[in-house]
């Protein structure tokens, strides 16, 4: 069965805190990689991204078009943090270290943002512990950190307390959008359950899927 995602039109702007919502398989995950330059769309009409400190948007479009993959490399290493569901982090690298990745990258000194984050966080306790001597919260709030620490332009959320208790997620998740409130980072969080995120004041993004049935195909029409 064939799947494709279509988003006529949408912007987001600076600060804003994104939700997309809806049931496993409705595309979610591809939008998120779309919208961190690591899938190609296959048709463009028009894809910009202007960050902090450019003029001028830069055509994402026309990287695509030419294949420039490094230069959607650095744009990604610059300005994107990413939590996934499971955390995805190194499992021989320290908590330190795995916050500090991002920041090691780009070459950015040391000036106690990682100690920053982990206090916030609650795990300022585990900076020298592995991260499979942490439990699953305490590694999501790892994910997390890491995902901030280089202070990008725009976080993106892939269900990232799903593999928690009710109640650990609601926690994580309320501290979450508080740090990408205090550092001005945009979020664009995807996550299954509206009930868990409706309170924390992101702007859903409404879509609908329709089921062709005749060609197989399942398609995804998000708005903003
Ligand atoms: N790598 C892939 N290859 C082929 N189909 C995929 C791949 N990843 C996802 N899909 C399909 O694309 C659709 C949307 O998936 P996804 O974006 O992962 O949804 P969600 O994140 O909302 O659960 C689903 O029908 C899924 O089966
Ligand atoms: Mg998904």
Redesign the pocket.
């Known amino acids: ?1 064939a ?1 494709r ?1 279509r988003v006529p039109s949408l912007q987001i702007a600076m600060g804003e805190k994104i939700a997309l919502t ?10 998120l990689d779309m919208l961190a330059f690591l899938l190609k769309p296959s048709a463009i009409g028009a894809f910009c991204f202007r960050p902090q400190d450019e003029k001028e948007p830069l055509d994402v479009e026309a990287y695509w078009k030419a294949d420039k993959l490094n230069k959607l490399g650095d744009l990604r290493k610059r300005h994107l943090g990413y939590v996934i569901q499971t955390g995805g982090l190194l499992p021989y690298l320290t908590v330190r270290d795995n916050i500090n990745l991002c920041r090691k990258v780009l070459g950015l000194k040391r000036d106690g943002t990682v100690e920053h984050l982990a206090a916030e966080l609650g795990i300022a306790n585990h900076l020298n512990k592995l991260p499979d001597t942490l439990s699953t919260g305490e590694r999501q709030r790892v994910a997390i950190g890491r995902a901030l620490a280089h202070k990008p332009t725009i976080v993106i959320a ?1 269900e990232p307390t799903a593999s928690l208790d009710p109640y650990a997620a609601k926690r994580i998740m309320s501290h979450f959008i508080g740090l990408v409130e205090e550092l001005n980072i945009t979020v664009i969080l ?1 996550s ?1 359950a509206w009930g868990h995120i409706k309170q924390l004041g992101l702007r859903q993004l409404h879509h609908r899927t329709v089921r062709h049935g005749d060609s197989n195909l ?1 398609e995804t029409i998000v708005s903003g």
Request: charged share 20%; with cysteine; net charge negative.
């Open positions: 069965m799947f995602l809806g049931e496993s398989g409705c595309g979610k995950s591809t939008m892939d995807a299954h399942t």
